[in-house]
């Protein structure tokens, strides 16, 4: 005799999708953050003088990126206490981000009710970290660029 397993779908997904919604907004506000921060450093001719500026314009943006992930963990972590899925913060918050990271453990498993939350916040996750990794090549290449004319075109 098999069980069947009920996995709630239309709430679930609305709040995971509302939640997804705010992840973009926050990357979003951390790409603009990066931008303006990029084009201040060029305009003040910064950008490619030294190695050392160049380093540290590079982990100040990852900084920017790492704590817009930290911060889209925190909102869906915020989202599993909501529904009741974990009474203690750092029991969620561990949760949060080994879905987000799709890391994966599976040591913890969610209700039935609010299953679906794990796979919608991992790709939620995989689009954030590939909008970090793109934010982050186009600012090394434009600095690989300022500091070596020879690969200028």
């Known amino acids: 005799m098999t069980q069947t397993l009920r996995v709630a779908i239309l709430v679930p997904l609305l709040l995971g999708g509302i939640t997804v919604l705010c ?25 490619g ?44 918050y561990y949760f949060s981000a080994v879905n987000y990271t799709t890391l994966g453990y599976g040591d913890i498993i969610m209700s039935p009710s609010w299953k679906l939350l794990g796979p919608l916040e991992a790709s939620d996750g995989c689009l954030m970290f590939g909008v970090s990794t793109a934010m982050i090549f186009a600012v090394i290449q434009r600095l690989i660029l300022a500091r070596f004319e020879d690969l200028r075109e």
């Open 49 to 92: 003088t030294s190695f050392r500026v160049d380093f540290a314009i590079v982990a100040i943006v990852l900084s920017c990126a790492f704590m817009a992930h930290l911060v889209e963990i925190a909102l869906w972590t915020a989202l599993f206490l909501l529904c009741g899925e974990f009474q203690a913060f750092g029991t969620a």
């Open 23 to 47: 992840t973009i907004l926050i990357h979003g506000l951390a790409v603009i953050a990066t931008v303006n921060f990029f084009r201040r450093e060029r305009k003040l001719g910064h950008t």
